[in-house]
């Protein structure tokens, strides 16, 4: 077998390789508020700091609450007001921005009575973003049999 040497030649192609991929812009990094949702936080800051992109920061309050475990949620028994479930919400993301040092300008949103999936997925559709960065919510055991996995 003769191996042939020389100057990589340009491809067939007539693609113009400078847009091949869209410039980001908008990254959208989603939370339950729980400690391994927060993970997600520092590596979407990062990757928008690296593309000079804008973040949001979602939470998905839900309204069936016996449905999910996720700290967006309040069972009905208790009292549940999605208005003020959103702002405590709200505040919570706050704190939990302050704590990890995220200093760019984050915008904190919140989606009333959706599914977290469903939520997630309208807000993609509505806003476009071009990435979403997000961790694992942590269930084990029958947490994952009750529950299921998103």
């Not at 928008?48 to 949001?56: Q, S």
């Not at 449905?67 to 993301?93: I, R, S, W």
Request: with cysteine.
């Amino acid at each position: 077998m003769e191996i042939k040497t020389g100057v990589a030649r340009e491809p067939k192609s007539k693609i113009d390789r400078k847009h091949i991929m869209k410039d980001v812009t908008r990254i959208l990094v989603t939370t339950d508020l729980s400690a391994n949702s927060q993970v997600a936080l520092p590596w979407a800051d990062a990757l928008a700091d690296k593309l000079n992109a804008e973040m949001t920061f979602l939470c998905v309050i839900n309204p069936h609450p016996f449905t999910g475990l996720d700290n967006c949620t309040m069972p009905h028994a208790m009292g549940f007001n999605v208005e003020e479930t959103e702002v405590e919400a709200q505040k919570k993301m706050k704190k939990i921005l302050a704590l990890q040092s995220i200093d760019r300008e984050v915008e904190v949103r919140t989606i009333r009575n959706a599914i977290p999936h469903e939520g997630i997925l309208r807000m993609i559709k509505v806003v476009e973003y071009d990435y979403v960065v997000m961790a694992t919510h942590g269930y084990t055991g029958m947490e994952v049999v009750l529950l299921g996995s998103v």
